[in-house]
C-alpha cells in the first residue's frame, strides 16, 4: 500500500474516458503517491475517500457533506479554473486547502472570447447560411447596416486574467475599453488601455459587453432583466465565463424583444441545455458547447500541474494557487516560495 491515498472520481473530468493517470503521477513519483478511482455516488465516494490524503475533485460536486466526513484530507486539488463545484466554504471551515488552475488555458479562452466578437459583430453564421444557400447577394446588403469596428466601446464585466488577456487581443482593432470590477484596483486596469467604471456604465455604454465573472454564490444571476435592459439595442453580449451569472430568462427575453442585438455564447445556466431552449433557435445566437478553454495542450497542462499542487502539499510545503489561502497559517504546511508568484498567498 502507498503512503499516500489520493482518491478521486472514477471517469474523466473534461475529455474522454481512459489515459490513467500517468501525467498527474509524473510529480508524484518520489512520494510513494497513488491516485486511486472512487464511485461517483455521494455515499460510495465518502466511505473511498474518508482515510484520503487528498482528493483529486472531478466529474461530481464535492460537497458539504464529501467534506464534513474527510478525515485526514490535505487537499482538494481541481484541475480547471472555476471552482464552483467544491463547497469552498465547507473546506475552509474544515482547514482543507483547495487549489484550482487559474493561469493555465487563459490565452485559449481570451482567443475564444475575441472570435466570438468578431463572429457576432460580423454575423459569421449568416453570412456561412447566405454564402451556402445561394443567397450570395444578400450578404453584402446585411452588413451594410454595421457601423466598422474601429471605435466601438468593449466593456468588460470581471477583470481577471482572461479579460486582461481579451483586452491585449481587442486593442490593435482599435476598440475603446473599460471594465467594471470592484475587486481590482484601478491603476491595474488603466495599465492595460482600459478605463475603470460602473456596471451602469459598462452596460450603457459598450457595443460589446464581455462577461468574466466566476461561479460563485454572489454572482448567481448577477446580470439580469433590469442590467439588459440599459444596454444599446445594438449591444453585442459575450459570455466565456460561467452561464449561471446570467439570468438565462432575462437574456432570452432581451434578444427576443430587441433590447440588445446578439448573443455569443460559449456558456448557458444549464448545460448541456435542454433540447427545448429558445436560444438554440435564435438567429440572433451565436454558440460553442463550453469549448472556450480547449487545446492541443490542454489535457496534459491541467493533468500536470494538478499533480505538481498534490505533490507539494503531500510533501508539506504551501500549493501554487490556493483559492482559500487563510487556511494555510494555520496548517503545518511550511511557505516555501523565495519570490511572489503574482497569484494566491505568496502573491
Given amino acids: 500500500m502507498a503512503k499516500y491515498r489520493i482518491v478521486t472520481p472514477a471517469g474523466a473530468s473534461f475529455t474522454v474516458a481512459g489515459g490513467g493517470y500517468a501525467l498527474e503521477s509524473e510529480a508524484l513519483a518520489e512520494l510513494d503517491a497513488e491516485i486511486v478511482e ?14 484520503a490524503d487528498a482528493i483529486y475533485a472531478k466529474g461530481i460536486p464535492i460537497t458539504r457533506e464529501i467534506i464534513d466526513n474527510l478525515e485526514n484530507c490535505r487537499l482538494i486539488a481541481l484541475g480547471s479554473v472555476g471552482v464552483d463545484s467544491v463547497d469552498v466554504k465547507a473546506a475552509t471551515e474544515r482547514g482543507i486547502p483547495v487549489t484550482n488552475i487559474p493561469d493555465t488555458f487563459i490565452e485559449e479562452v481570451a482567443d475564444h472570447a475575441m472570435m466570438l466578437l468578431l463572429a457576432g459583430f460580423r454575423r459569421l453564421i449568416e453570412q456561412d447560411r447566405m454564402a451556402r444557400d445561394g443567397r450570395w447577394k444578400e450578404g ?4 451594410l447596416k454595421i457601423p466598422r469596428l474601429m471605435g ?19 486593442a490593435p482593432f482599435g476598440l475603446r475599453m473599460m471594465a467594471y470590477d470592484p475587486f481590482v484596483e484601478e491603476l491595474q486596469i488603466s495599465e492595460y488601455g482600459v478605463q475603470p467604471a460602473t456596471l451602469s456604465e459598462v452596460l450603457s455604454q459598450s457595443d460589446f459587453v464581455s462577461m468574466h465573472a466566476p461561479a460563485r454564490p454572489e454572482v448567481h444571476h448577477m446580470l439580469k432583466e433590469q442590467h439588459f435592459r440599459q444596454m444599446k439595442p445594438s449591444a453585442i ?11 438565462e430568462a432575462a437574456l432570452i427575453k432581451a434578444l427576443q424583444e430587441g433590447w440588445i442585438a446578439h448573443a455569443a455564447l460559449d456558456v448557458l445556466e444549464v448545460e448541456p441545455p435542454s433540447p427545448d431552449n429558445p436560444i438554440l433557435r435564435m438567429e440572433n445566437v451565436t454558440l460553442t458547447a463550453h ?9 496534459e497542462a491541467r493533468k500536470r500541474r494538478v499533480g505538481h499542487e498534490l505533490a507539494l502539499v503531500l510533501s508539506g510545503k504551501w500549493p501554487m494557487s490556493c483559492v482559500n489561502p487563510a487556511v494555510l497559517q494555520n ?13 494566491g498567498p505568496n502573491s
Fill in 291 to 299: 469549448v472556450a478553454s480547449a487545446s492541443a495542450r490542454f489535457d
Fill in 38 to 51: 472512487a464511485p461517483t455516488d455521494t455515499a460510495g465516494f465518502i466511505a473511498a475517500a474518508r482515510t
Fill in 331 to 343: 496548517t503545518s504546511l511550511r511557505r516555501w516560495q523565495p519570490i511572489g508568484m503574482g497569484r
Fill in 152 to 170: 466601438q466601446t468593449l466593456g468588460f464585466i470581471s477583470f481577471g486574467r482572461v479579460a486582461r488577456a481579451v483586452a491585449r487581443r481587442a
Fill in 140 to 143: 453584402r446588403p446585411a452588413l
Fill in 237 to 247: 453580449f459575450i459570455n466565456t465565463g460561467r452561464g449561471p451569472t446570467v439570468d
